[in-house]
């Protein structure tokens, strides 16, 4: 189908939504396990087993939250699908479920998180979409990159767009979701947490702001159509399942940047604690942002 089959991996058989399901993570994670890292990538969270777990029910948190895996208004005739930093695979792997005629390839930078089965329509190439995507030019009809901005240097966030752009067919879908540090009804112990994670991700050369610019990008990438949202997702017990399933989400993902920040672990603890108590309290709730855009007609 593409011409460079070397990239891809399959693995056969096909597991079940329940499957994945009782893979996710209980509330606490093991204590003391060090976390390990990607070498020589900007991205700050961790490459291990417990990210993916914690993948896997941030997946399924976001989809309750939403509703559906993807916002575009896409055709069931949709028949080409990619995902770039598709992580463990699991929206790849779900979109095959909803999608079950259209071929679904995953990009990203290790395979290490990929699971031992997979849908017969699904492959996966390793690839860095700051280097550039190993895919010819038009090849796709739904392109999608969710929750990447940890991944991203700030001046990068252009040229990654027009990538997406580049291998997305015309009339084609692009879409980007992604989270900042926007938090509703957020108290000071909450306000403090965001800004520690702006300070490091800033001493990386990320920027989280970049988020509330996803529309524009698409637009200068040649976009028609565009459409952005902004979307508050309760944020704590206080709204049910799905904001329980969202605190849960936010406090692994605290968590697993500590580890990038001098800060004291009781202390750090402390804060996070104060700020999930804020959430309860003020009925918090976290922004999202998200933008797709139809590719122009040549």
Known sequence: MFGFSWLFRRRKARPTLETWKREQPTATPPESEPR?????????????????????????????????????????????????????????????????????????????????????????????????????????????????????PAPRWPSVVRELVRVTRPQGWVELLEAGTTVQNAGPATERLLSWVREISQAQGIELAMVTHLADFLTQAGCQEVEAQDIPVPLGSWAGRSGHMLKLDALRVFEALRPRTPIAPAAFEAMLNAAAEEWEQNHASYVFHAAYGRVALL
């Open 36 to 152: 390990a890292y990607l070498p020589d990538a900007p991205y700050l969270l961790p490459k291990d087993q417990q990210e993916d777990q914690r993948l896997h029910f941030q997946h399924y948190a976001l989809h309750h939250a939403f509703g559906n895996h993807y916002l575009a208004p896409l055709s069931p005739e949709t028949r080409t699908i990619l995902d770039v930093g598709t992580g463990t695979g699991i929206w790849a792997i779900d979109m095959a479920q909803q999608f079950p005629h259209a071929q679904i390839i995953g990009v990203d930078i290790a395979f290490t998180s990929l699971p031992h089965t997979l849908p017969n329509t699904c492959l996966f190439a390793q690839a860095d979409v700051l280097q550039g995507l190993p895919f010819p030019t038009h090849q796709f009809d739904f392109t999608h990159q969710r929750l990447l901005v940890l991944a991203i």
